[in-house]
């Protein structure tokens, strides 16, 4: 009867040991998800920022690049149209 209570014993100290081992495994693992979560939910937010910046960048680079605004800075530095006779083109050797 003794060894009978005695396994019984041991495996009701294996199951107590085995719960708590899943159920602190279980807790770790919502930690690591929730840490995920949170660092998923950063990059993200950093990510659409970039993209922002990038649109706005984009917008900035075609409006600096008009030829209206171009024109204006050439005129500002001084520059003007080339006349008919200044421009030469020299071709490629072979063509």
Not at 14 to 39: F, H, P
Not at 47 to 64: I, Q
Not at 68 to 85: D, I, N, S, T
């Amino acid at each position: 009867m003794s060894q009978g209570v005695g396994s019984w014993v041991l495996a009701m100290i294996l199951s107590v040991l085995t719960s708590l081992v899943l159920g602190l495994s279980l807790v770790w693992l919502n930690i690591e998800r929730m840490d995920m979560a949170y660092n998923l939910r950063k990059l993200q937010g950093e990510l659409d920022g970039r993209a922002a910046l990038t649109a706005k960048l984009e917008v900035e680079r075609d409006r600096l690049m008009s030829p209206y605004e171009l024109g204006r800075k050439a005129e500002a530095m001084g520059m003007r149209g080339a006349r008919p006779g200044q421009i030469r083109r020299i071709e490629e050797a072979g063509r």
